[in-house]
């Protein structure tokens, strides 16, 4: 017996992704998503691949990487000729981007919490904060 794929609209696929319309068009334009099987009516059909494709890109999204390193990626994920090191690697390099800005975002923080700990609301005079930004 054969089985029947599903087939979504592209509606449905960003309903089931929570991606918005023109960015899988763009993903497809890009070619980090493939192209849509189109209709008689010339609307685009997917399939479950796309659905996974998708939500691939959507999750790799969430976690910070660049469309470029999705896109090497996906290559490593449908080439057998690599090394599964070299996902690593790229996972590896965005951990380190990843921590090094959450560190400069702890530094920004202190700073603010310094400025705004000088500024006392209650005596418009001693307000520092327009001095500590110039």
Do not use: W
């Not at 189109?38 to 990487?65: D, T, V």
């Not at 921590?99 to 005079?125: F, M, P, R, T």
């Amino acid at each position: 017996m054969k089985k029947i794929e599903n087939v979504f609209s592209i509606g449905q696929l960003a309903k089931l992704t929570n991606i918005k319309i023109p960015t899988i068009r763009y993903y497809e334009e890009i070619e980090i998503m493939p192209l849509a099987y189109r209709s008689l009516g010339n609307q685009r059909r997917y399939n479950e691949k796309h659905l996974q494709r998708l939500q691939f890109i959507g999750h790799s999204r969430a976690l910070g990487f660049s469309l470029e390193e999705i896109k090497q990626l996906i290559h490593l994920q449908e080439c057998s000729n690599h090394s599964s090191h070299e996902a690593h690697d790229i996972a590896q390099k965005h951990l380190i981007d990843v921590q090094q800005k959450i560190s400069q975002l702890q530094g920004l923080a202190q700073e603010l919490s310094n400025i705004v700990a000088s500024c006392h609301c209650d005596d418009e005079y001693q307000c520092r904060v327009l001095e500590a930004l110039n």
